[in-house]
């Protein structure tokens, strides 16, 4: 799969997100993109997926099956999981037997049963690993998928990531907690400044030169990028709702929790705070 002059904006007289990215995707490969808030991840990720065409540029020689977990699952229709997994299945054509396994796999079998709207942000991230991992991807493409899932999860999302890059599959996950960090052979994207600047692991077939040294794109030309506009982002409208149990260490058995405080601006305060819940912290906020 390759990525040739891709350029992205959101509106014709927006800002460019992305400007003149050249990737090359091989089978086998398992890829972490990195890069600060607002730098363009998701916005790169919705582009190998296929959900939104570039505004210049094309990418060529995208596989057949693609899998898709964007950053905040859309819990907002009117389904239990389970009714929600059978008509994702039957869309895929695919048996609902596999759909369960996967639910057995990814520690979900107990929101089966649950409407979509009740669900957290980690369990809302499941179904949508599940949805996306039904039909054998040949590309597979997670946004964000560790915020907010519960350790055995975590612990197993990496060893699926492994076997869909052993029989060929792309994996592409953007990983603001670097889960992957140490990933075997993952290659490394990051996203900066409207640029993708790509760092080879051992997988590779291509794009590393010998000494795995970085090689950069073109950075955005001088009239080009403008500061990310952070409320803009598409999560922003499926925020969690506050959380409402008192804010307090919890004791007892388990990991020994602290507060800390964090003194942000208020601009970014909504921003911010949503980002620590998607991974699962406690946040309260005082003005
Ligand atoms: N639907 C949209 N309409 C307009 N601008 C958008 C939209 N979605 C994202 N943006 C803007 O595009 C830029 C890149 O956003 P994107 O969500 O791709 O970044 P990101 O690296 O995934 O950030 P984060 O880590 O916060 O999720 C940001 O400036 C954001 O405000």
Same mark, same amino acid.
């Given at each position: 799969?390759?990525?040739?002059? #891709?350029?992205?904006?959101?509106?014709?007289?927006? *800002?460019?997100?992305?400007?003149?990215?050249?990737?090359? &995707?091989?089978?086998?490969?398992?890829?972490?993109?990195?890069?600060?808030?607002?730098?363009? %991840?998701?916005?790169?990720?919705?582009?190998?997926?296929?959900?939104?065409?570039?505004?210049?540029?094309?990418?060529?020689?995208?596989?057949g099956? #693609?899998?898709?977990? *964007?950053?905040?699952?859309p819990?907002?229709?009117?389904? $239990?999981?389970?009714?929600?997994?059978?008509?994702?299945?039957?869309?895929?054509?695919?048996?609902?037997?596999?759909?369960?396994?996967?639910?057995?796999? &990814?520690?979900?079998?107990?929101?089966?049963?649950?409407?979509l709207?009740?669900?957290? %942000?980690?369990?809302?991230? %499941? /179904?949508?690993?599940?949805?996306? &991992?039904?039909?054998?991807?040949?590309?597979?493409?997670?946004?964000?998928?560790?915020?907010?899932?519960?350790?055995? $999860?975590?612990?197993?999302?990496?060893?699926?990531?492994?076997?869909i890059?052993?029989?060929?599959? !792309? #994996?592409?996950?953007?990983?603001?907690?670097?889960q992957?960090?140490?990933?075997?052979?993952?290659?490394?994207?990051? #996203?900066?400044d409207g640029?993708?600047?790509?760092?080879?692991?051992?997988r590779?077939?291509?794009?590393?030169?010998?000494?795995?040294?970085?090689?950069?794109?073109?950075?955005?030309?001088?009239?080009?990028?403008? $500061?990310?506009?952070?409320?803009a982002?598409p999560?922003?409208?499926?925020?969690?709702?506050?959380?409402?149990?008192?804010?307090?260490?919890?004791?007892?058995?388990?990991?020994?929790?602290?507060? !800390?405080? /964090?003194?942000? @601006?208020?601009?970014?305060? @909504?921003?911010?705070?949503? %980002?620590?819940?998607?991974?699962?912290?406690? $946040?309260?906020?005082?003005?």
């Amino acid at each position: 799969m390759r990525l040739s002059s #891709v350029s992205f904006r959101y509106s014709r007289r927006g *800002p460019w997100v992305l400007r003149d990215v050249e990737l090359t &995707l091989d089978p086998g490969s398992v890829i972490e993109v990195t890069g600060r808030n607002g730098a363009g %991840k998701s916005t790169l990720l919705r582009l190998l997926a296929g959900i939104m065409p570039t505004s210049r540029g094309t990418i060529a020689g995208r596989p057949g099956v #693609v899998g898709y977990a *964007p950053d905040v699952f859309p819990v907002g229709q009117p389904f $239990t999981v389970i009714g929600y997994l059978e008509h994702m299945s039957r869309i895929r054509g695919v048996s609902l037997a596999s759909t369960e396994e996967l639910a057995v796999r &990814l520690n979900a079998t107990h929101l089966l049963g649950q409407p979509l709207g009740d669900l957290s %942000k980690g369990s809302a991230q %499941k /179904v949508g690993l599940i949805q996306s &991992l039904m039909a054998p991807p040949d590309l597979l493409i997670l946004d964000e998928p560790f915020a907010g899932l519960d350790q055995q $999860t975590r612990a197993e999302l990496p060893l699926i990531i492994d076997e869909i890059a052993a029989s060929g599959g !792309i #994996v592409v996950v953007s990983d603001h907690q670097n889960q992957l960090q140490n990933f075997p052979g993952a290659d490394h994207w990051l #996203v900066e400044d409207g640029a993708v600047t790509s760092r080879s692991g051992e997988r590779s077939q291509v794009s590393a030169p010998p000494d795995g040294a970085e090689t950069r794109q073109a950075p955005p030309s001088p009239d080009g990028m403008e $500061t990310p506009r952070p409320s803009a982002s598409p999560s922003q409208g499926d925020r969690q709702p506050p959380i409402s149990q008192p804010f307090a260490p919890q004791s007892g058995e388990g990991a020994r929790q602290v507060v !800390i405080e /964090v003194l942000v @601006d208020a601009d970014d305060a @909504d921003e911010i705070e949503q %980002k620590l819940r998607a991974d699962g912290y406690l $946040t309260r906020r005082t003005s």
